[in-house]
């Protein structure tokens, strides 16, 4: 699996999996900007929000942009999620940064459409 292939890996599991997978690929200040009433999060706030929150049963992205840039790796893309008969879509991006410890998600913004 090649980098790009990975991040697109990490950030479907971001969609659906819980606290133990954001507590090992989030960077420690990493920022989220959310729909409100979430709003923006950084650091141990998004943790927080994500055990307490319900998680997607599926996901799926459109539009995908992938692009590299030193250390870091840069996503875009339109989600489609659903959970039970609630859906959603927006607009995402989310960006890496290559670490020691490997490629953590330093920051992620979703615009409802």
Same mark, same amino acid.
């Given at each position: 699996?090649?980098?790009?292939?990975?991040?697109?890996?990490?950030?479907?599991?971001?969609?659906?999996?819980?606290?133990?997978?954001?507590?090992?690929?989030?960077?420690?200040?990493?920022?989220?900007?959310?729909?409100?009433?979430?709003?923006?999060?950084? +650091? %141990?706030?998004?943790?927080?929000?994500?055990e307490k929150g319900p998680r997607w049963e599926?996901? $799926?992205?459109?539009?995908? &942009? /992938?692009?590299?840039?030193?250390?870091?790796?840069?996503?875009?893309?339109?989600?489609?999620?659903?959970? +039970? %008969?609630?859906?959603?879509?927006?607009?995402?991006?989310?960006?890496?940064?290559?670490?020691? $410890?490997?490629?953590?998600? &330093? /920051?992620?913004?979703?615009?409802?459409?």
């Open positions: 699996m090649n980098i790009e292939q990975a991040r697109w890996q990490d950030e479907q599991r971001f969609w659906l999996e819980g606290p133990a997978f954001y507590n090992d690929k989030i960077a420690e200040d990493a920022v989220m900007v959310l729909p409100k009433p979430t709003g923006i999060l950084c +650091g %141990k706030k998004i943790l927080n929000v994500i599926s996901v $799926e992205f459109e539009d995908e &942009i /992938a692009m590299r840039h030193g250390s870091a790796f840069v996503l875009a893309y339109e989600a489609h999620a659903k959970r +039970g %008969k609630d859906t959603y879509r927006a607009l995402c991006s989310s960006t890496y940064c290559e670490a020691d $410890e490997g490629w953590k998600l &330093i /920051a992620h913004n979703q615009v409802p459409v």
